[in-house]
């Protein structure tokens, strides 16, 4: 079974950091292009990085870029968001997302899903 699982949100003040965690099992990490994707409750999911191993490819949107990187490792399946300079509009919930197609943001693109994890950021 095809799992993903989400960690490390949490409660910060704006101009902080956190550093998100997504650990997969039951598939091989490299052969799946995994994204971060968020939602605010009403308003659509905004996929804001995605990363394929195989072909080295990283993502990252215009909304989060020079603030968000992404790192991996491969030996632990694991996938990390770490967010710098949050700031209140960044508050949402964040998910994991994994296929076997090409890096998208958009989130019909990915079948698998964590359980997603609460960031709140507060001003």
């Known amino acids: 079974e095809k799992q993903l699982v989400e960690s490390g949100g949490g409660l910060v003040q704006a101009g902080g950091s956190l550093r998100l965690s997504c650990v997969a099992s039951?598939?091989?990490?490299?052969?799946?292009?995994i994204g971060w994707i968020r939602q605010v409750p009403g308003k659509a999911r905004e996929g804001i990085s995605c990363?394929?191993?195989?072909?080295?490819?990283?993502y990252i949107a215009d909304s989060v870029k020079g603030r968000f990187t992404i790192s991996r490792d491969n030996a632990k399946n694991t996938l990390y968001l770490q967010m710098n300079s949050l700031k209140p509009e960044d508050t949402a919930v964040y998910y994991c997302?994994?296929?076997?197609?090409?890096?998208?943001?958009?989130?019909?693109?990915?079948?698998?899903w964590g359980q997603g994890t609460q960031v709140t950021v507060s001003s």
């Open positions: 039951g598939f091989r990490f490299d052969d799946y292009a």
């Open positions: 997302a994994a296929d076997t197609g090409r890096c998208s943001v958009l989130a019909s693109t990915y079948r698998y």
């Open positions: 990363f394929k191993s195989k072909n080295d490819y990283t």
